[in-house]
């Protein structure tokens, strides 16, 4: 290969990653989104309070439940996209971690102005962690009383 050869091919690698830097490939590049802050200065503010209250805890910001809770075992693989759906986009405001073992010590929601939505009928409240206060989460939704829910079906319209 002349020197002219791996010059080129030098360029053409570096203007394939210039393109893809500035949304030129495929993925995220192309969707119309825009940024976000990760946290409202309400936020920002009760992160800091926290950090300087509890020095032994990591704090998360903006955790998604996902992140912390998965399926019990032993579900067939529907039933646990059932549960998985139901709490895996949602997300908690903070989430405090013991820096020593890793161990989840509180999760922390704000009650502000900017976290109250509209009430939707289709929502239903996430159930309360197992255990007592001051006790780390077991990372499990407690099991459902009686029998599994028959699937909805939506009725035909013509």
């Known amino acids: 290969m002349t020197q002219q ?8 690698i570096i203007v394939v990653a ?23 200065k309400r936020e920002r503010i009760v992160c800091g309070f926290i950090e300087q209250a509890i020095p ?19 579900l067939d693989r529907s039933r646990a996209t059932s549960v ?5 986009s949602k997300r908690v405001d903070f989430l405090l971690e013991d820096r020593a073992s890793g ?5 922390v929601e704000l009650d502000d102005r900017t976290h109250h939505a509209r ?7 996430l159930p309360a962690p197992p255990g007592r206060p001051g006790e780390p989460a077991r990372h499990a939704l407690p099991p459902r009383a009686g029998p599994a829910p028959a699937p909805r079906r939506r009725p035909r319209t013509r």
């Open 5 to 12: 050869h791996i010059i080129f091919l030098v360029l053409a």
């Open 84 to 88: 998985r759906n139901r709490f895996s």
């Open 18 to 40: 210039l393109l893809r830097l500035l949304g030129g490939g495929s993925g995220i590049g192309r969707l119309p989104v825009r940024p976000r802050e990760l946290m409202t």
């Open 119 to 125: 009430p939707d009928p289709q929502r239903r409240p």
């Open 56 to 74: 032994s805890a990591r704090v998360h910001a903006q955790v998604s439940m996902g992140a912390i809770l998965q399926p019990a075992r032993g």
């Open 103 to 107: 161990d989840i010590i509180a999760i």
